[in-house]
């Protein structure tokens, strides 16, 4: 199908998605547990990108012209070409963002997609199938697996062209793997031990209304979510008095409605890894200022908004993602020591800096070693700018979503140089390449060195 066709698709998938959001908002709070507010933002997230990719996809898969090797003889263009198949194994925790959202920029490039959802979260996908064939896809171009990780997730990478990979570290380097035995490219979006500062001059009731959201948003089940809390000594007491106020104030509940800020964990695993975390920090000498608390009364999932200070080095959680709504808060007493402990870490994906002075917060936040930073907010700035790249570095993996280089993942290159001057015009003898080289070795190697030398002194590219 021509580009304008697998454009017009997403344009419709935008109004769709918009249009049944009631019916997706239910199944992924069935799910998943998470509140409704948290599940809109996954509809948002899915509109907002297959607008995006909608007006932009031509801009992104344009050709590029490139100078020749022999400026008027020869020139030179680059095409993208789809890669084939491209296979999206998806995790639990945003069963429509983290599938959807990578399957449309994968079609649009004009790749058929396979996609395999979490098995907690296949109804959400098999959902937004529908969606898309009611949007105009061709029948067999997205193709939805179900069942496990190691069986038929891994089936999946060994069969495509390009593997779109979420979910854990420890399974990202398995992918990654498998897909090198293969010669096929992965792009791995990992886990995260985000860190967010609170510099000296911040209004600190607005910067604590952000960290909650930050951190406690989906229930803190969230790649980019913030798990680290470092304050400026001169207003961490205020701080850290808004920002437990706050967490105490969130509303827990699984209701199909927007009367809860917080939803249920997904599983008894991320249950256990939880509990286990909390106990170990407080085993340390870490202290709870709010939360700690598993809420049975409310669901087998649920635990509290939980806040920690006094966390040791040698706490689990100091270093390693809970990936639930726990977060701890460290005193620095400069810009340099936030940067350090910040950086301090073998995770890369995202960030957040708080600061009256934006200029000095985005400074501050050139100095992070992370794929993303936020400036005065926590994560949807950046999740939220579709066409800026979205990923991580180090232990977080590597490659993008979103924007031309999210687009770009799932396409292949191919330059195409024409040499031109070889045929003469209507039958006149041609001058290009040919008359050089007939001039003899001696001769061609001298007018080459010649002809470098000059492109040097014109600085031509
Ligand atoms: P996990 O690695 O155990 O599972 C993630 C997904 O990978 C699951 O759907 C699982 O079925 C699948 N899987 C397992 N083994 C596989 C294999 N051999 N081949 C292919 N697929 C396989 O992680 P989890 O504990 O379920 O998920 C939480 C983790 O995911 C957290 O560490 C979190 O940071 C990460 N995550 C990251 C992002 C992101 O965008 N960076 C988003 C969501 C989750």
Not at 84 to 113: E, F, H, K, Q
Not at 231 to 249: C, E, K, L, N, S
Not at 285 to 293: C, E, M, P, T
Request: one cysteine or more; charged letters at 20%; proline letters at 5%.
């Amino acid at each position: 199908r021509p580009l304008r066709e697998r454009a017009a698709v997403l344009d419709r998938v935008h109004d769709l998605v918009l249009e049944r959001q009631s019916d997706v908002l239910d199944l992924m709070q069935i799910e998943t547990g998470k509140a409704r507010a948290s599940a809109f933002e996954e509809v948002a997230d899915v509109a907002n990108l297959a607008r995006h990719y909608s007006v932009r996809a031509r801009r992104y898969l344009a050709p590029r012209r490139e100078a020749g090797a022999f400026s008027v003889l020869t020139s030179a263009r680059v095409w993208r070409h789809p890669v084939g198949v491209v296979g999206v194994v998806a995790p639990w925790n945003y069963p429509l963002s983290l599938t959807l959202g990578d399957a449309l920029p994968a079609l649009v490039a004009g790749n058929a997609v396979i996609v395999r959802p979490d098995p907690q979260t296949s109804l959400t996908m098999l959902w937004a199938a529908e969606l898309l064939s009611d949007a105009g896809l061709p029948d067999g171009v997205l193709q939805v697996v179900l069942g496990d990780g190691p069986t038929v997730g891994a089936a999946v990478v060994d069969h495509v062209d390009h593997v779109m990979y979420t979910g854990s570290t420890r399974t990202g380097r398995v992918v990654a793997a498998q897909a090198a035995q293969r010669l096929v490219t992965a792009s791995l979006e990992l886990g995260g031990k985000n860190a967010m500062y609170v510099a000296d001059d911040v209004d600190v009731e607005a910067a604590a209304e952000g960290a909650v959201r930050a951190c406690f948003s989906n229930t803190g089940q969230l790649c980019v979510s913030i798990e680290r809390l470092y304050v400026h000594d001169r207003v961490v007491g205020a701080f850290t008095d808004a920002f437990v106020r706050r967490t105490a104030a969130l509303r827990l509940g699984s209701g199909l409605d927007y009367r809860s800020d917080v939803g249920s964990l997904t599983s008894a695993a991320q249950l256990a890894t939880v509990v286990e975390h909390v106990e170990d920090a407080v085993g340390h000498g870490a202290r709870v200022l709010a939360g700690g608390v598993h809420r049975s009364d409310l669901g087998p999932w649920f635990y509290e908004p939980t806040v920690l200070v006094d966390v040791p080095p040698e706490a689990r959680l100091f270093r390693e993602e809970t990936f639930g709504p726990v977060v701890a808060i460290y005193p620095v007493a400069s810009d340099d020591e936030a940067v350090a402990a910040m950086n301090d870490s073998e995770f890369g994906l995202n960030a957040s800096v708080w600061t009256a002075d934006t200029r000095r917060g985005a400074a501050l936040a050139r100095r992070v070693r992370a794929g993303t930073v936020n400036v005065n907010e926590g994560y949807a700035a950046a999740w939220g700018s579709v066409g800026a790249p979205q990923g991580g570095v180090g232990a977080s993996g590597y490659g993008h979503r979103h924007g031309r280089e999210g687009l770009w993942e799932t396409t292949r290159l191919q330059t195409v140089a024409v040499q031109r001057g070889t045929h003469g015009p209507a039958g006149l003898p041609g001058f290009g390449l040919r008359r050089l080289y007939e001039l003899g070795p001696e001769t061609w190697t001298r007018v080459l060195t010649e002809l470098l030398r000059v492109m040097k002194r014109l600085r031509m590219p």
